[in-house]
């Protein structure tokens, strides 16, 4: 398979362009023939005129490439090597969506020929490749696993809007149904992965390494959002506090604040979920949860708290949001704890104004059903929500401008602590 793949007798294809898979899909096809598939006909459109709808790449990042875009079956049939790289979400009880991958599992199994591989990259709990996707693929193609295709997993790495560890410089991790298809699905990788690949043990195995690293991420950012719950009721900033802490060698820095998007806000509730199954309930697991889940609504409650005490009608205040992404410097508003804050200042009243220069107003209104508004005056509080580059150097005149009689800042990343000393000031 590597040897028809690069001498582009076999073609690689990717299923689902989103912000995982184009990225994957135009790094094959520097090296490869490839084949990117999406179901949405608009954003298929959009790629063939090198637009990336997710606005993570630029026109640049097309040239050189030999990649077709379509959402055909027909042209899907030429594919011999198949990488699924469609999202896994939650629905509204945690629990997880395999809408999309079973999806993505027909189509596949409906153009599965002999000889195919399939590689999964989306975020699974361990044993769903085998248990859930494996089946499908089988009755759709009337094909036999491992007899007549190959199956692997290899977990994306990919962190969206960070331009350094990009697909091609990250480690990948591997895994295939038997020794035949780890070596021939590693050395795919290897065409465009420049450190290498690690050789999991087992498919469940690279499932399992995916969801814990995520998981050990949430875990970690749970704990100093409760110690900030605790150190704001002793009044001691919790940046402080960490500051004095990291000048020890081996203490972890993690920060508190607003845990979204649609990977670590996520993927614990898919290892939580095959724990029930398996009759056991991850007490430490799903209490970072709770914790990370309710910032949002923790922050709202603080501001409210310190507009009442100015001496203000809450019912009749006005806040601005800065920012409404997951996370700095990117678009994307999946899963956004903004919306967290944004819903509870509304439950009193308090007028809302949200501002973003990244965010699209009709996907938050389409996602949150609010969009954003222009930057007015005289605020009762102010949240820097997101510290997006374009807020990092804003100075003190600022945000004295924006804020009326006795206004609240409150910073949730910290990125202004002690550099304010006019301002009403407040952090986790």
Request: proline share 2%; net charge positive; hydrophobic share 45%.
């Given at each position: 398979m590597y040897s028809k793949l690069?001498?582009?007798?076999?073609?690689?294809?990717?299923?689902?362009?989103?912000?995982?898979?184009?990225?994957?899909?135009?790094?094959?096809?520097?090296?490869?023939?490839?084949?990117?598939?999406?179901?949405?006909?608009?954003?298929?459109?959009?790629?063939?005129?090198?637009?990336?709808?997710?606005?993570?790449?630029?026109?640049?990042?097309?040239?050189?490439?030999?990649?077709?875009f379509t959402a055909s079956l027909e042209d899907l049939k030429k594919a011999n090597f198949f990488i699924v790289a469609v999202p896994t979400p939650i629905d509204e009880h945690n629990l997880p969506d395999l809408k999309p991958l079973?999806?993505?599992?027909?189509?596949?199994g409906k153009v599965l020929k002999k000889g195919d591989y399939v590689v999964y990259e989306s975020t699974v709990y361990p044993g769903c490749t085998e248990e859930d996707c494996i089946p499908v693929l089988e009755k759709q193609s009337g094909l036999k696993f491992k007899k007549d295709f190959k199956v692997g997993y290899s977990p994306e790495r990919i962190n969206p809007g960070d331009k350094e560890h990009t697909i091609t410089k990250i480690?990948?991790?591997?895994?295939?149904?038997?020794?035949?298809?780890?070596?021939?699905?590693?050395?795919?990788?290897?065409?465009?992965?420049?450190?290498?690949?690690?050789?999991?043990?087992?498919?469940?195995?690279?499932?399992?390494?995916k969801i814990i690293e995520n998981t050990q991420r949430d875990v970690n950012i749970a704990l100093m959002n409760e110690l900030s719950i605790i150190f704001g009721r002793m009044g001691i900033n919790t940046f402080d506090v960490l500051e004095a802490a990291g000048t020890k060698w081996n203490f972890l820095k993690f920060f508190p604040g607003l845990v979204g998007g649609h990977c670590i806000g996520v993927d614990p509730y898919y290892l939580t979920h095959k724990a029930e199954s398996l009759?056991?309930?991850?007490?430490?697991?799903?209490?970072?949860?709770?914790?990370?889940?309710?910032m949002g609504f923790y922050v709202a409650k603080n501001l409210v708290k310190k507009i009442s005490a100015a001496g203000k009608n809450i019912s009749k205040a006005k806040v601005l949001i800065m920012g409404a992404t997951f996370k700095e410097n990117v678009s994307d508003i999946r899963n956004s704890k903004i919306a967290d804050i944004v819903k509870e200042l509304k439950s009193y009243g308090v007028?809302?104004?949200?501002?973003?220069p990244h965010a699209s107003s009709d996907e938050l209104m389409h996602e949150y059903d609010f969009g954003l508004s222009k930057v007015?005056?005289?605020?009762?509080?102010?949240?820097?929500a997101v510290n997006h580059q374009e807020y990092v150097d804003l100075d003190e005149k600022y945000f004295l401008k924006l804020l009326g009689t006795k206004g609240v800042l409150v910073d949730v990343?910290?990125?202004y602590r002690k550099r304010?000393?006019?301002?009403?000031y407040w952090s986790l």
């Open positions: 690069i001498d582009k007798k076999a073609t690689l294809a990717v299923i689902g362009l989103g912000y995982v898979g184009l990225p994957i899909a135009l790094a094959f096809a520097r090296k490869i023939k490839v084949i990117g598939f999406d179901i949405n006909e608009k954003r298929v459109a959009l790629m063939r005129k090198g637009i990336d709808p997710s606005d993570e790449l630029g026109k640049e990042d097309f040239k050189g490439c030999d990649i077709t079973i999806g993505a599992s027909v189509t596949v480690l990948k991790v591997v895994s295939g149904c038997d020794a035949e298809a780890l070596d021939a699905i590693s050395k795919t990788y290897e065409i465009i992965v420049e450190p290498g690949v690690h050789r999991a043990s087992s498919i469940k195995v690279a499932e399992a390494a009759g056991y309930h991850a007490r430490v697991i799903n209490s970072g949860r709770y914790v990370n889940d309710s007028k809302v104004d949200v501002v973003d007015g005056k005289s605020y009762d509080g102010i949240v820097v990343k910290g990125i304010f000393k006019k301002v009403a």
